[in-house]
């Protein structure tokens, strides 16, 4: 590059020696000033810039903030995708950034997945706080089309006022990039390129509508009637593939989509319920599932309760069902939560029950309505005495208690039979009916099942 420029000096006249020489300059300044993926600005310039910026501000007492956006994953981008790849991403997202840039402000790339951002006419307040929003709406709700190629970004974001934050660009940098906070979102864990697709998946499955509720009815061990049934999620992908929630609720958990997935089994749940309702049918209170991470959310208190609260949900024909985990992590904040549920005439059921820790002791240090002997425990009962025995007295227990009792899993005649005898008041699984669309489940709802596959055995 030196022999240019110097050639152009001693080149005299010769007009296109200069022309190149200038041009030469030119890319040398640009090299220096301009991020050459993004031709956003690179952090040499933006670094002058907020030197000119506080000159500006401390003569005319106005003051302005520095604002840091990271972007998060974006090695994992880069590693799983490619090196071009990233960059494509890199400059979607400063072409988006770049919609909310102003005349007087000024937008670099400072670090691979770092943009600062320099707005001098809107500091910390209502202004600010509305163009960051809307700009981070931007950039991370939608996703950035690449190659064909579905992405979506999450992003952290830091502001630095001056002068309150610092008096220098140094201290101004270091402070937006210290104070990073993640909006709305929760630590990602995601590991490799299938995970990583299935969630971008997951977020096309929430907008475009392929997570729908299915049913599996519970039934009267007595009777044979359907007396309730379980919501349980299925994604139905257009390809016809189903994903199994076993799947994906772990994912939608680690990367901060259970709230919306729940408020979308929620919304599902309540119209199927109210369809059936309105249709005149036998309608049966719905058990839905909720993630022990929305306890401790704002989920809870944002969307459940107004939910509750809107009114026309008649709270007998609703039933949460939790996880003995959920008990586990946060006792006293999962209690109150409950509480609130209960207060509003909700019931609670205990999933999964004996699979975890002390779980006889959370039947009274908590408000259970019903409980549900995990499969694990129903799987072996037919041949194993021990078996029968745990089972016949955590069924014993939970109706001291005044707690209901559903067995989970019931696949043959021979599991039913015992759980009939030992009193068990519902029973779930293949034998009678496998998680049901919602219509299916609408047909079924007058079904007697036939308890009478085998004579039910003395009481042990
Ligand atoms: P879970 O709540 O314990 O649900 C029971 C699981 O056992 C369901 O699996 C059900 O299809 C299956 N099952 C029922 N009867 C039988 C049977 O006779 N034999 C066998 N082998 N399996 C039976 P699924 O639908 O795959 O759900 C797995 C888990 O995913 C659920 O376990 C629940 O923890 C979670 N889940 C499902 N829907 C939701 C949801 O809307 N929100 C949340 N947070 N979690 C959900
Ligand atoms: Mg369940
Ligand atoms: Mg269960």
Request: proline share 5%; net charge negative; hydrophobic share 45%.
């Amino acid at each position: 590059m030196k022999p240019l420029i110097s050639g152009a000096t001693q080149s005299g006249l010769d007009p296109s020696a200069v022309d190149r020489a200038v041009h030469a300059e030119e890319r040398l300044l640009q090299a220096a000033y301009l991020d050459p993926v993004t031709n956003l600005y690179s952090r040499r310039l933006i670094s002058a810039i907020i030197e000119e910026q506080i000159v500006r501000a401390r003569r005319d007492a106005r003051p302005f903030a520095v604002v840091d956006i990271d972007l998060e994953r974006f090695r994992l981008i880069n590693t799983t995708f490619g090196a071009n790849f990233g960059d494509s991403v890199l400059r979607e997202v400063a072409a988006r950034l770049s919609r909310h840039i102003g005349d007087a402000d000024s937008i670099a790339r400072v670090a691979a997945d770092e943009f600062l951002l320099v707005l001098p006419g809107r500091v910390r307040g209502i202004a600010l706080d509305r163009v960051l929003s809307v700009l981070l709406q931007d950039l991370t709700k939608h996703p950035l089309t690449i190659d064909g190629q579905e992405i979506f970004v999450s992003a952290r974001v830091g502001v630095a006022v001056f002068p309150e934050d610092g008096g220098t660009v140094a201290d101004l940098i270091a402070r937006a990039s210290r104070d990073l906070v993640r909006p709305g979102g929760r630590e990602r864990v995601v590991e490799d390129r299938e995970l990583f697709q299935l969630e971008t998946g997951l977020h096309r499955a929430l907008t475009d509508g392929e997570l729908h509720p299915f049913y599996q009815p519970q039934v009267d061990l007595h009777s044979g009637r359907v007396m309730a049934a379980e919501s349980l999620l299925r994604w139905l992908r257009p390809d016809q593939t189903m994903i199994s929630p076993a799947v994906f609720i772990p994912l939608a958990e680690t990367t901060g989509l259970i709230g919306p997935v729940s408020t979308r089994v929620m919304e599902r749940v309540l119209l199927d319920l109210d369809r059936w309702i309105q249709q005149g049918l036998r309608a049966v209170p719905l058990a839905i599932n909720l993630s022990a991470r929305l306890f401790s959310d704002t989920w809870f208190d944002q969307t459940l309760l107004p939910l509750l609260d809107a009114g026309g949900i008649p709270p007998s024909h609703i039933k949460f069902e939790l996880t003995e985990t959920a008990l586990l992590e946060d006792a006293d904040r999962t209690r109150q939560a409950m509480k609130k549920v209960r207060d509003r005439g909700f019931s609670f059921a205990l999933d999964d029950f004996g699979t975890g820790y002390s779980s006889l002791s959370h039947l009274h240090r908590f408000p259970i309505d019903e409980i549900k002997i995990d499969k694990s425990f129903i799987t072996g009962i037919a041949d194993n005495p021990r078996e029968q025995k745990i089972v016949a007295s955590m069924i014993n227990l939970a109706h001291a208690l005044d707690i209901t009792v559903v067995a989970e899993g019931i696949e043959t005649s021979e599991q039913l039979s015992l759980l009939r005898g030992f009193g068990c008041d519902l029973g779930q699984g293949f034998l009678f009916d496998p998680a049901l669309s919602a219509g299916e489940f609408a047909i079924r709802l007058d079904a007697v099942h036939n308890l009478s596959f085998s004579p039910p055995p003395d009481q042990p």
